[in-house]
């Protein structure tokens, strides 16, 4: 993961459970799992593995020692899921998160409005550092940013991607690269693998 100075900029943590929880969701983006991660993630959570349920979404192995696991499709698979569970969240749950930040920041966005607090959600960052870019000027997003700047999916414009990020969003600003100087734009780079 990068380093910033930027404030609004997350930071993550290693999962591992808070054993003061009553129970204890896993949501893992398939596509970010390493091979042994799993097995190194059962480790950390056999302490309340009699408590914890496992959503395992989109390509993945097996999850052996991960409570009870659900596979789920894609990212709107796990709203549908939050939304249809089959009992409500209270305060002594906590969730669990790992993946790609835009990954993280969708489900966090959905566990808020099924009553998740922040302080009941862990997110841990793996696998790729592309970006989903909000635009300034017509509020747009962009997902799958890799570049110093990309084309706006809304207005066209192309967007320098800042480092400011939005929690409430789940995305980084976009600034319209030559505002300034019509024409001036510097040479594309891949910076967010």
């Not at 930040?101 to 099924?114: C, D, H, K, R």
Request: with cysteine; net charge negative.
């Amino acid at each position: 993961m990068m380093h910033s100075d930027i404030k609004s900029r997350p930071t993550y943590q290693v999962l591992e459970p808070d054993l003061a929880g009553t129970g204890h969701l896993l949501v893992i983006e398939g596509e970010t799992v390493l091979p042994g991660r799993l097995d190194s993630l059962a480790g950390t959570f056999a302490p309340v593995e009699d408590k914890l349920h496992t959503w395992l979404v989109g390509s993945h192995a097996g999850a052996q020692g991960l409570g009870k696991v659900w596979h789920l499709p894609a990212i709107a698979d796990v709203v549908d899921a939050f939304a249809c569970a089959t009992r409500g969240f209270g305060i002594g749950d906590r969730l669990y998160v790992q993946g790609t930040e835009p990954f993280l920041w969708s489900v966090a966005t959905a566990a808020g409005i099924v009553g998740f607090g922040a302080g009941q959600v862990r997110l841990h960052h793996t696998g790729s550092l592309r970006r989903r870019v909000w635009c300034t000027h017509c509020h747009g997003v962009t997902d799958n940013v890799t570049t110093n700047f990309a084309a706006c999916s809304g207005c066209g414009r192309h967007l320098l991607v800042r480092d400011h990020f939005s929690r409430r969003l789940g995305a980084f600003m976009g600034v319209m690269i030559d505002a300034e100087v019509p024409g001036q734009v510097p040479a594309l780079e891949e910076v967010f693998p």
